[in-house]
């Protein structure tokens, strides 16, 4: 298991980025004395001779379009190298454990998984059982934190590979990732995160996190992407490192993900936060019905998230929000009101169209599987969710529709405004609604800094 390639560190997708999932534990087993390769579906094609000389193949599935893809390169991996044992691991791992080990793995690890990778190769080394390296939903590894080396990327491609920032002066400029921390301590009841690390969140060492922005700005990077899923988890260790990053690089810029709740809390860290650097943030607004925030448990209002937009405007740092539009309790009134706000307040110019197309997914292990008033229709394991009905059959015809429209857009380069026009005229038309001519307005044409690649879970 030592020799160069014995261990395969594969990834499928991870939203446009040089991928963690493999950086991380390739850091892992190097430190053990093992020479990991690495490849990234996503960015090259499946290698046959990295395959055929790996004896063990562990593929990054921390969402659920990475999860999707991984089952298909499962499949070539197997036609191509049939001896080799076969490892999923990620959060959307041990929620489909099951369906993972029926599509030929032998072993399915979670959240902090890391060193139980380590554990499962001197395993394999050893010839020894690898029974225990099967995990479903929560993980015992999640009972410490990890002792994190720094992620190592050789061996994976360049960052000119990957998604890139598209500046406000229109510019782009080559885009790094990395994480603060792992784990989330909150329980929205949609997300997959709960089940897996159970409201705990592990904070990666300062100096890791410098240490690994470090080595990307040295291969060229101006931008980075702190993919925590909410970097103010701990905000005390969040504007530690981002102090830190700004000592040593002044002129790199960044972007974060936090929830709203945070960013209400935290005004003053905000705002230091774009002295630092900060160009825009990410924030799960979901929607503006307190009815599904409330079934979502998100811990904010409507009230709240209007709040929010209103305080990164001031600090000088766009909200980027992502949205659930779909959900079984949202209606399509919900849906027209949600595009009259956003173009009331000028906030069209901070918004992927992917963002008015999400459908909420419930995973195997969702905390809202017990919920009565989700209509659910059954379990699709191949598809990794529950399926589920909205109540009213218009919203589920206007969601596949409008998905169509964005992917068309998203597609053809066209302006975003021009997508968005489509999809309120389809709004307006599952409505009953006049709908010719539709076009829409964003007050504030200012370019809002956003990356190259839209966001998609």
């Known amino acids: 298991m030592r020799s160069p390639g014995d261990i395969l560190l594969v990834s499928t997708y991870e939203l446009g980025h040089a991928p963690h999932g493999v950086a991380f534990p390739k850091a892992f087993l190097e430190r053990a004395g093992f020479a990991p390769a690495a490849l990234d579906l996503a960015v090259e094609p499946l290698d046959p001779a990295r395959v055929g000389r790996a004896r063990l193949v562990a593929l990054s599935v921390p969402m659920h379009t990475a999860l999707r893809l991984g089952l298909q390169a499962a499949a070539r991996i197997r036609a191509l190298a049939p001896d080799a044992v076969l490892c999923f691991h990620g959060v959307y ?127 060229g990077v101006q931008h980075v992407t702190f993919g925590d899923p909410d970097f103010l988890n701990g905000p005390a260790h969040a504007l530690r490192v981002a102090r830190a990053v700004h000592a040593r690089f002044p002129a790199l810029t960044f972007d974060f993900t936090a929830k709203v709740e945070h960013l209400l809390a935290a005004p003053e860290a905000l705002r230091e936060l774009a002295g630092l650097g900060a160009l825009f943030l990410t924030s799960a607004v979901e929607s503006f019905s307190d009815e599904v925030l409330a079934r979502l448990a998100k811990g904010h209002t409507r009230a709240d998230a209007l709040a929010a937009f209103d305080l990164a405007a001031a600090a000088g740092v766009p909200l980027r929000p992502s949205l659930l539009p779909f959900t079984p309790w949202a209606t399509l009134d919900d849906y027209l009101e949600l595009l009259e706000l956003l173009e009331a307040r000028g906030w069209l110019s901070n918004l992927d169209p992917v963002q008015l197309s999400i459908r909420l997914l419930v995973p195997p292990g969702s905390l809202l599987e017990g919920d009565p008033t989700m209509p659910f229709d059954g379990l699709d394991a191949a598809a990794l969710t529950w399926r589920w009905r909205h109540p009213d059959p218009r919203m589920d015809g206007l969601q596949a529709r409008v998905a169509t429209e964005v992917e068309a857009g998203a597609a053809s380069g066209e302006p975003p405004l021009e997508t968005v026009a489509r999809v309120k005229a389809l709004a307006l038309a599952a409505a009953g609604l006049p709908h010719g001519h539709v076009r829409v307005l964003a007050p504030d044409q200012r370019r809002v800094p956003r990356l190259t690649e839209s966001w998609f879970c």
């Open 93 to 219: 791992a041990p929620l489909n454990a099951d369906l993972l080990l029926a599509a030929g793995a032998a072993a399915v690890l979670g959240g902090e998984s890391d060193e139980e990778l380590v554990l499962l190769a001197r395993a394999l080394e050893e010839g020894a059982p690898l029974d225990r390296f099967v995990q479903r939903g929560g993980t015992a590894a999640l009972r410490r934190r990890l002792d994190y080396p720094v992620p190592s990327r050789e061996g994976l491609p360049p960052p000119e590979r990957y998604a890139r920032l598209a500046a406000s002066d229109g510019a782009l400029r080559l885009a790094g990732y990395a994480e603060a921390s792992r784990g989330c301590k909150h329980r929205c009841r949609h997300c997959p995160l709960p089940a897996v690390y159970d409201g705990r969140f592990f904070a990666v060492p300062r100096e890791t996190v410098v240490e690994d922005v470090a080595r990307q700005v040295a291969q």
